[in-house]
């Protein structure tokens, strides 16, 4: 089963910048999509992007379009989430995600098969 590492979040103030990246451990030559999704306390987990194999195709949640962009390198088994034009409501652990092997697409939260510890992101009014 593949792991997932998340680095890169952090405190930052209204309108500010945050990049998120993970790295995956799942073993070379499986194909599969990737992406980020997140849970605020008290809330539930929600879908904020995927993008496929091998990086044509990006979703993103209602919440978060406009204003984060997902990418891959497939080389380096890694996929980062660039969040611009913070919200305080977007303070949230999120969570690197990565659908099963032969699993092309993820638009969805059931798309996604595992996913990593987590990392803090916190945007301060």
């Known amino acids: 089963q593949v792991q997932l590492v998340e680095s890169g979040g952090g405190l930052v103030q209204t309108g500010g910048s945050l990049r998120l990246s993970c790295v995956a451990s799942?073993?070379?030559?499986?194909?599969?999509?990737m992406g980020w999704i997140r849970q605020a306390p008290g809330k539930e987990r929600e879908f904020v992007a995927g993008?496929?194999?091998?990086?044509?195709?990006?979703y993103y949640g209602g919440s978060v379009k406009g204003r984060f962009t997902i990418s891959r390198d497939n080389v380096e088994n890694s996929v980062d989430l660039q969040m611009d034009s913070l919200k305080p409501e977007d303070t949230a652990v999120y969570y690197c995600?990565?659908?099963?092997?032969?699993?092309?697409?993820?638009?969805?939260?059931?798309?996604?098969?595992?996913w990593g510890r987590g990392t803090q992101v916190t945007v301060t009014s």
């Open positions: 799942r073993h070379t030559g499986s194909n599969y999509a």
């Open positions: 995600a990565a659908a099963r092997s032969g699993v092309y697409y993820a638009r969805e939260l059931a798309d996604f098969e595992t």
């Open positions: 993008i496929s194999w091998p990086g044509r195709n990006k």
